[in-house]
Each structure stands twice: as structure tokens, then as C-alpha cells.
């Protein structure tokens, strides 16, 4: 409903006519980026909500409140239902690699292990169907 009303951005710039839901998180809530490297671009943009969560701002998105960037495992199942859309998606940068890392020293305990042995694929599957 809200891109119908207020038209769908097609390039990062196009945020300065959006309405705009951030949340404190992975970055300034008063710029958003995209890219990566020699090719970031960064925005200003107008927030007309600030939340404390992700989830927050899926929620305030999928109300027609505005525009959010989150994390795309985080939007997925919203994606999915056909609640939100994705859009400057040729402006994405390339996804953040997840580690499963055990600091410990010696021998890795037996419970750590098989939980690592169930963990590990089902993240990546589920990760891999956010993409």
C-alpha cells in the first residue's frame, strides 16, 4: 500500500522523497548505505519513525508507514507472505558471511559439537533461501 501511494524508489537517492522507519542497530539511523567499497553510496534519510528493533520496523513497513532497511533474513518471511517488498535490491551489497566459532581451548565438549552438527546446516539453508 505504501509503495502504490508513494511510488518505488529505483536508486538509493530516491530515499530523500520517502518516508523513512529506522531502527538503532547495525547503523546511523540518519543514513543508510549501499554497496560496498569503492561503490558505497551513502544516504541521508528523513526518518518519520525510530525504532528500537528490526522487527519493529518490519512490523511499522508491513503497515504502510514507510520504508525500512533491514538485514534480509530478518524480512524474509514477510517477503514471503507478500506483506513486503524489496526494492533498491540491485543496490544490495553482497551478503555478511555467519561464523560458528568456538573459543575455547582443548577439545571442543561433546554437547558443543552436536549442537554446531544441527546448527550449521539449518542456518545455511535457511540463510540461503533469504538470499
Sequence with gaps: AYLA???TPFEPRDLSGHNCITFE???SPATW???TGK???VVPVRSRLQLNTAEAAIDAAIASLGLTKVLSYQADA???AGALHV???PFEPPPWPV???HAGQGLLPVKLR???DFAAPRLKERLARSL
Excluded: I, P, Y
Design 5 to 7: 501511494k508513494h511510488g
Design 25 to 27: 542497530g547495525l547503523a
Design 33 to 35: 548505505s549501499f554497496g
Design 39 to 41: 561503490s558505497e553510496t
Design 78 to 80: 514477510a517477503v514471503r
Design 87 to 89: 526494492v533498491l535490491e
Design 99 to 101: 561464523n560458528l566459532v
Design 114 to 116: 552436536a549442537f554446531l
